[in-house]
């Protein structure tokens, strides 16, 4: 075949690393976005692409894992900017509430989604994918004050109103 | 210590994120002192609730574009409010002169004096007491011309 070039990157060692250590993390940050197994393979999938492409800017970064978080969230954002309501998939993730939630739960779940988005971000980052405040920062784009900051204020708050109960 | 910092190092505490020689200090703290002890056990308590619920339901996660940081360079972010007090001042300033000039050139030892279509106006009314009660201004209809009010 003339004329057709393929470029084959082979990737290098640490994004590889990179990528067996973070695809768990990232397919579990897909699926609670996304709900569904497919578009959470299909995100993960462009978001090492992404990061093929600007593979300097991650070793650079002060934290890589932090720098890839911050790439899925672009993508899934750009995701949900071009599609359709979340999943009629088959392989949909189901709720996983239990039927009869803690008391405490129900309130710190009405308290935490009145929060501004951003914050509930960084609850997300840190409680449910366990990165550091360095690497929420990286992943955010802003600074690890204001990441503690946040944090601080949605607990402040959420041991106010558990408090009240 | 202020109980706001307190708070502040116990999340950071809970969280793991205190550096080790910070984190022996406050662990001897709060031996110390129980009441902060009681804060510590309330902290944890919260930190384990918003962990629990924020793995419990995942539609929580926000998922959309959240608002973007503003893209500037942080040190115009942090003078941005000062330079919007600066530019109003500036503005303020620069209307109270062209007002100021402009009545200047209407205005006379007595009676009407007619410049550039505005007609000013001395009059003896005690409502004009301060800097910026000084002139009034007023357009009249029946002659298409501005009137220029000032204190006697």
């Known amino acids: 075949m003339s ?18 250590e973070t695809r768990e993390a990232l397919t579990a ?9 497919h578009a959470a393979e299909d995100l993960l999938h462009e ?8 593979v300097d800017c991650c070793r650079a970064a002060s934290s890589p894992r932090g720098y890839l978080f911050g790439i899925a969230r672009h993508v899934s954002a750009d995701a949900w900017r071009r ?11 189901a709720s996983v ?20 988005p951003l914050q509930r971000e960084v609850l997300d980052l840190r409680f449910q994918h366990d990165l550091s405040y360095a690497e929420i920062a990286e992943a955010l784009g802003i600074p690890v004050g204001t990441v503690r900051s946040r944090l601080h204020n949605a607990l402040e708050l959420l ?5 009240q109960e | 210590m202020s109980p706001e910092t307190l708070r502040a190092l116990l999340v950071d505490r809970e969280l793991g994120e205190l550096a080790p020689d910070v984190a022996e200090l406050v ?7 129980p009441a902060a002890r009681t804060e510590a056990d309330a902290m944890a308590r919260t930190v ?14 926000p998922t959309s574009e959240t608002e973007a940081e503003p893209q500037v360079i942080p040190i115009f972010y942090w003078l941005a409010p000062w330079l919007a007090r600066a530019a109003a001042l500036v503005a303020v300033a620069a209307l109270a002169g062209w007002l100021g000039y402009r009545t200047g050139q209407t205005t006379g030892p007595s009676g009407p004096m007619q410049a550039g279509g505005a007609t000013a106006t001395r009059v003896g009314d005690s409502r004009f007491t301060g800097l910026w009660t000084q002139y009034q201004v007023a357009y009249d209809s029946r002659r298409g011309a501005f009137i220029v009010a000032t204190q006697q």
């Open chain 1, 3 to 20: 004329g057709g070039m393929f470029e084959t990157a082979q990737p290098a060692d640490d994004v590889e690393q990179l990528y067996r």
């Open chain 1, 29 to 37: 940050y897909f699926l609670r976005r996304h709900r569904s197994t």
């Open chain 1, 47 to 54: 978001t090492f692409l992404q990061l093929m492409r600007r």
């Open chain 1, 83 to 93: 599609a359709k309501p979340p999943g009629e998939d088959d392989t949909s993730l």
């Open chain 1, 97 to 116: 509430a239990a039927p009869q939630p803690d008391p405490r739960l129900a309130v710190a779940r009405e308290t935490i989604a009145g929060l501004p």
């Open chain 1, 159 to 163: 041991r106010e109103r558990l408090e």
């Open chain 2, 27 to 33: 662990d001897a703290y709060l031996e110390a002192v």
């Open chain 2, 48 to 61: 384990s609730a918003a962990r629990d619920t924020v793995r419990h339901f995942p539609d929580l996660a």
